[in-house]
Nanobody, 115 residues
Framework: QVNLVESGGGSVQAGGSLTLSCAASGLISSITSMGWFRQTPGKEREVIARIYSAIDYTYYHDSVKGRFTISQDNAKTTVILQMNSLKPEDTAMYYC????????WGQGTQVTVSS
């Protein structure tokens, strides 16, 4: 089992920045990838960034390319999502997730971007 705790959400004006952090504990060595997802009311949760540390590969949803950066520490205990040039459409609940055979989820952190 993996436990994930997010932090760093909040409110910001358009064009601003926020940094989300996710602390992982438990079966860290079994994690194959970690990611950040977001969800707005009435819509499905979507992956916006994902990192595969073993092969040094990152994925970004088109909507965040060039603005968001995902990174992970060497111990694989912390995953960071640096969000720059935020837009009102980035407003959502953001979830950290870890993949083993299934996805493990954090509790979520709200990001609100005002125009």
């Amino acid at each position: 089992q993996v436990n994930l705790v997010e932090s760093g959400g909040g409110s910001v004006q358009a064009g601003g920045s926020l940094t989300l952090s996710c602390a992982a504990s438990g079966l860290i060595s079994s994690i194959t990838s970690m990611g950040w997802f977001r969800q707005t009311p009435g819509k499905e949760r979507e992956v916006i960034a994902r990192i595969y540390s073993a092969i040094d590969y990152t994925y970004y949803h088109d909507s965040v390319k060039g603005r968001f950066t995902i990174s992970q520490d060497n111990a694989k205990t912390t995953v960071i999502l640096q969000m720059n040039s935020l837009k009102p459409e980035d407003t959502a609940m953001y979830y950290c997730a870890a993949a083993i055979r299934d996805w493990y989820w954090g509790q979520g952190t709200q990001v609100t971007v005002s125009s």
